[in-house]
Structure formats: C-alpha cells, structure tokens
C-alpha cells in the first residue's frame, strides 16, 4: 500500500505506522489524516499482526502538529462542515488507535505537539527519549484540543495532572512525562528505535488470542464494575483454556523452552 505522507510496513508480525514528512516536522495535513485513517484500518483488519508500532521519521519530531500551510484550505468552510470534517476524519484517527484490536505501542521520537500529542495517548504504551517533549499547542491559538486529549489525558495522568497541562499549554518535557506517567520509559534517542522495537517483538511473542483478550478486559474495565469485568474474564479464561495456544504454552513450560504461538 502506497502513501505520500507515512510509511506503513510489516514485518514478523508487527506493523510500523510512520509519519513520513520530515521536512515539515511530521506536521499533519489533510492529506496525511486521510492516509492515516486507510492505514489504521487496513491494520485493524489484519489478522496476521499482533502489534502496531506508531511513530514519526527523522529526529526532530513524532508530529509537530497541523501544518500552518494547510489553513487555507479551511478559509471558505462554515462551522457545520468543520464539525463534520473533525468527527469523521480527525476523530477516525483517534477512535481507531484507542479501538485498535491488538497492542499499540507509540515511539516518540522528539516534538509531540497538538493531535501528535492527542494520538499517542490513544496507544496502550508509550516510550520516549531524551529529545521527547508534549504540548497541548491547540490552546496557544484559542482552539480545544481537537483529537480526544480532555477524554484520553486524566485517564493517562490524573486530573490534575491533565488540566494543568491542557488550561496552559505549557511544555512537558521526557522528565515530567515519565514522572506523571505519560511515558513509561525514557531511553536515549539513539536507542529509541532499538528499544521500541525489543519491546513489540517481546509483545509479539506472546499468545495474539491472549493480548487482545487482555486488551479488551482492561478498556472495557474502565467503563464497567469489578462484577461484570469479571464476568467477562471468566468467559475469556475459558475460551483461552481450550485452544493450541494454551497447549503449547503448558508443553513449552514443562520442555522448559520458549513458547511458539499461531493464535489458535
């Protein structure tokens, strides 16, 4: 699948969603939010992969947010048809990362600015490094921010946490990241890659059927009490109990070897 402004490839299981405009800070356009969109869905629907790595090119940026060229196209749109652009395109990035099937993983690789802030804290984990820093930048130019940070970010960090970045729009550096837990680790930039990629591939070896079982009672669990979650685990545990999966897990556990899981 060919894009203009992100790279999608995959490999052993792992799908690398890229933001691919270096020269412009990874900055977002409407073209780059409708290939965004095609290439989520077409991850989503892909039975082959367990995880999805979302990240941006260069060194300088994960996404530097929308691209002050791309105003003029909004200059002769109406409230209604902005509305409308916003829910169905901007959100269908957001809405798609946080529904993603299987576990996400966002790399941030420097500047993560307005919905390169909003999307990333869509994604199950997220790791930084020294050149990573987050802005809520909609606030500088008197808009909300756009693409699901008042939703995603107190679930993330807490609400205090997350007004005091969303009402000011201040910078948050790796440090306070990792410290509130917007990160949950800060390696250097030169291992970021590295690192990014030890962790999917561990994710990767893991049983697909149980990831995204897992996945599903920790979301749905925000939403639900203790009884019906565990209602939905017990149901879970006994679908797990009966595939090849769980065999081979059980055998390689006794023979004392690393596992091979196919997700049956």
């Not at 060919?2 to 270096?22: G, H, Q, S, V």
């Not at 969303?166 to 250097?188: C, D, F, N, P």
């Not at 030890?198 to 920790?218: C, W």
Request: a negative charge; one cysteine or more.
């Amino acid at each position: 699948m060919d894009f203009e402004t992100i790279k999608l490839e995959k490999e052993n299981n792992i799908a690398t969603l890229t933001l691919n405009r270096p020269d412009r800070a990874n900055s977002v356009n409407q073209q780059m939010m409708k290939e965004l969109n095609t290439a989520l869905a077409d991850v989503a629907q892909d039975d082959d992969l367990r995880v999805l790595v979302f990240t941006g090119a260069g060194t300088k940026a994960f996404c530097g947010g929308g691209d002050i060229a791309d105003d003029d196209v909004y200059a002769d749109w109406n409230m209604e048809q902005m509305r409308k652009w916003v829910r169905k395109v901007v959100h269908g990035i957001t809405e798609k990362l946080w529904n993603m099937p299987i576990p996400t993983i966002a790399s941030i690789n420097g500047l993560a600015v307005g919905g390169g802030f909003d999307w990333p804290c869509a994604c199950d984990i997220r790791i930084g490094c020294d050149k990573s820093r987050f802005m809520a930048a909609q606030i500088a130019t008197a808009l909300v921010p756009d693409s699901g940070a008042c939703y995603l970010l107190p679930r993330i960090v807490g609400l205090s946490n997350a007004l005091d970045i969303l009402y000011t729009g201040r910078w948050v550096s790796a440090e306070e990241s990792l410290e509130i837990g917007l990160l949950s680790k800060v390696v250097s930039s030169d291992d970021l890659q590295q690192e990014t990629r030890k962790l999917a591939e561990s994710i990767a070896k893991s049983s697909p059927i149980v990831t995204r079982f897992v996945k599903q009672l920790v979301y749905k669990g925000l939403g639900t009490d203790l009884s019906t979650n565990l209602d939905l685990t017990a149901a879970a545990t006994a679908m797990t109990m009966f595939t090849k999966d769980h065999e081979e897990g059980v055998a390689a556990w006794l023979e004392k070897r690393e596992p091979v899981y196919k997700g049956k």
